[in-house]
Every structure is written in C-alpha cells, then in structure tokens.
C-alpha cells in the first residue's frame, strides 16, 4: 500500500533537489520539494516517499492529518 501524507513546508533550502523542512503534525522530516517549484514556507504539500508530489490547501490538509490522529488514537494500545 502507498500512502502519501500531507505536511506543512517550515523552511526551504535552495539546494539541487530544494530541500524542505516539512512538518507533520509536529514531526519533521527533510523532503524534496523539486516536484513543486511553487511551493513555499507555510503552504500544505502531500508527501510520498520523500518528495512532495503537489501542493494542498490549508483546510484539506488539517482535515487529512485529524483523521489520521483519529486513526493513530484508535490502534493505540489501551491498558490492559
């Protein structure tokens, strides 16, 4: 299965491959951003394998990642 998440851009580099710092719900990984030239600091991108693959908006993106902490919560490991 292939899953691409949305992020948010929180810095650009301007090296070969314009690297970015995106952040996922608060953890942040480097991506390239080479595949979407017009995306800048603060804007949403969908993220698969290491590239941001387009741009998303703001609404969509929150949306996507509170179903995906809905999802986290109910297959966390309750007490037992």
């Known amino acids: 299965m292939c899953l691409a998440v949305p992020g948010q851009v929180l810095s650009i580099t301007d090296d070969q491959l314009r690297t970015g710092t995106v952040s996922f719900g608060g953890v942040t ?3 390239s951003l080479a ?3 017009d995306a800048g600091v603060g804007d949403y991108v969908i993220v ?3 590239f941001a693959i387009s741009k998303l908006d703001e609404k969509a993106a929150l949306r996507s ?3 995906m902490a809905q999802l986290d919560r109910r ?3 309750g007490p037992s």
Do not use: F, Q, R, Y
Request: glycine residues 6%; charged residues 25%.
């Open 65 to 67: 990642l509170e179903l």
């Open 48 to 50: 698969h394998v290491g």
């Open 75 to 77: 297959e966390a490991p």
């Open 29 to 31: 990984k480097d991506i």
């Open 35 to 37: 595949l979407v030239p």
